[in-house]
């Protein structure tokens, strides 16, 4: 993590600032002699519709899809759990979705292979010297697509590599994960880990969460949501945002069904009476 932390410094003091408008070369094709060498040993982070779209194109539930393609590092400048896909333990540190002939995914790669050789900062990253989005080039020499003769713009790279249905979501997720309240220094509890992780990243256990628990019960859902989150991971994704602004920031952002508001209500009213008949008692016995 450290590593990253100095290349974020290095390219914040030293790389030139590109806008939308701004053009560079570049091309990237079997035919280019380092033709997936820039596929191994990187750091890759995973969004949440990262994971949706690879598990899916994979055939396989998001928890298996956790298990046996990513890793989630600990660091404790972290403000919430990252996911990142995990390399092969080979002298290349291959990626497991990569075959000689290329992206075995490519079509659903993640937003951070998609954007190659572009990378981009912003200002709700925490960057004081960041005070509006930029884009920058990562200009490794291990890479020979600078050299091809062809010449693009920001925009038109963002537009030809599908980048902007993944901007979207991902700036619902940016919401979450760089909200004021996670920017303290306390944190949250292990509980609320959880339950951030389980949304943002294990969506097939949300859905048994909302679907085989006391969820349903609980929260006022009409049937029209209930049927599309149950058929949509991008919308079970988008309700879970919901629930997490909800559960981790006290938003207004779901409604509690009457029966289960009068519930808790009665159950607090119950442990008030508990802990006074308690204090009462311990001060009769002194």
């Known amino acids: 993590m450290k590593e990253i932390e100095n290349l974020k410094k290095k390219i914040l003091k030293e790389y030139p600032r590109l806008n939308k408008d701004s053009k560079f070369k570049f091309r990237c094709h079997p035919g280019v002699s380092c033709f997936n060498d820039c596929c191994g040993d990187v750091n890759i982070f995973l969004t949440p519709y990262d994971i949706i779209r ?9 928890g298996e899809f956790l298990s046996k393609y990513t890793i989630a590092p600990f660091d404790r400048n972290l403000k919430y759990p990252v996911v990142m896909l995990k390399m092969e333990d080979d002298e290349r540190k291959s990626c497991p979705l990569v075959s000689k002939d290329g992206c075995t995914v490519y079509e659903d790669r993640p937003w951070a292979c998609r954007m190659y050789p572009l990378g981009l900062a912003s200002p709700t990253e925490g960057n004081e010297e960041v ?19 062809r010449e693009i713009s920001v925009s038109e790279w963002i537009e030809d590599q599908g980048i902007a249905e ?13 909200h004021p309240a996670l920017q303290g220094d306390q ?14 990243y294990n969506i097939d256990a949300f859905k048994k969460f909302v679907f085989e628990s006391s969820f349903l019960d609980k929260f006022d859902v009409d049937t029209a949501t209930q049927e599309k989150i149950k058929n949509d991971d991008v919308e079970l994704m988008k309700f879970g945002f919901n629930w997490l602004r909800f559960a981790l920031f006290g938003e207004k952002t779901m409604q509690i069904k009457q029966a289960a508001a009068e519930a ?19 001060k009769k016995n002194k």
């Open 131 to 149: 005070t509006d989005d930029f884009y920058f080039l990562l200009e490794e020499d291990v890479c020979k697509g600078f050299k091809e003769d």
């Open 54 to 62: 690879l598990k899916n194109r994979l055939g396989i539930t998001s």
């Open 187 to 200: 944190g949250l509890s292990e509980k609320k880990i959880e339950m951030f992780f389980m949304v943002c």
């Open 166 to 178: 993944y901007d979207e979501i991902g700036r619902l997720f940016q919401e979450i994960a760089l």
């Open 264 to 282: 808790v209500q009665a159950e607090i009213k119950r442990k008030t009476e508990l802990e006074k008949k308690l204090g009462i008692d311990k």
